[in-house]
C-alpha cells in the first residue's frame, strides 16, 4: 500500500515538472496618495473589495467559514470571470485568501492545473514633513500552467493586474 502511494505522489509530483508546466513570476506596484493604513483597511484586507477589483469578476461567493480557517484568517471562496478569447465565456476560479499583517495573500486554482499566487504588500513611503502620505501598493504573483498556455496567461494577468492598480488608486481617493 505504501508502494502505491509513493508512486501516486511521484506522478503527481513529475506532472508538474518542466517542459509541460512552466512557472513565471511577475510584480506589479504603483504608489497611491493615501496612508498605507487607508489601503489596507478600504481595498487589500478586505476580501469581499479585494475580489471583486478585476473588472473581469462578476461574481465572488464565499464558502461557509470552518473554525480552522476563523482562527488563521483565511477563508475559501467560488470567483466567476468573465473571459474574452474569441467569444466571451466564464470561467470559475477556487481562491484560498488570508489576511496578513501587511497586505494579504491568495491561491487560486484554475482550470488545466493552472494555479496562482499572489502577495499584495502595503508599506508607508517616506515623504517630506508637511506633506500628503503615500503608500506603496505591491502585488508579486507567480504563475504554475501548462507550457503552450503561459504565454496568454502572462499577459492577460500583467495587464489586467496593471490595470487593477488605478481601480485600487481610486478606490482608495475617492
Known sequence: ?????????????SLR??????????TVQRQIPAAASDVLHRV????????NISPLVTSVIPDPPS???ARL??????VTER???GSERTVRLRVLWARVSDGADATVFA??????R????????????????????EETMIVEGLCFLMPLIISSAQKIHTDMLDIVAARVTS
Open 1 to 13: 500500500m505504501k508502494t502505491n502511494y509513493v508512486l501516486a505522489a511521484m506522478v503527481h509530483f
Open 17 to 26: 515538472l518542466w517542459p509541460l508546466y512552466l512557472t513565471r513570476e511577475f
Open 44 to 51: 487589500v484586507q478586505d476580501p469581499d473589495v479585494a475580489l
Open 67 to 69: 473554525q480552522t480557517q
Open 73 to 78: 484568517d483565511m477563508s475559501w471562496y467560488t
Open 83 to 85: 473571459i474574452k478569447q
Open 111 to 116: 482550470a488545466l492545473g493552472t494555479r496562482v
Open 118 to 137: 499572489s502577495s499584495v504588500r502595503v508599506r508607508e513611503v517616506k515623504v517630506e514633513e508637511g506633506e500628503d502620505p503615500q503608500a506603496l501598493y
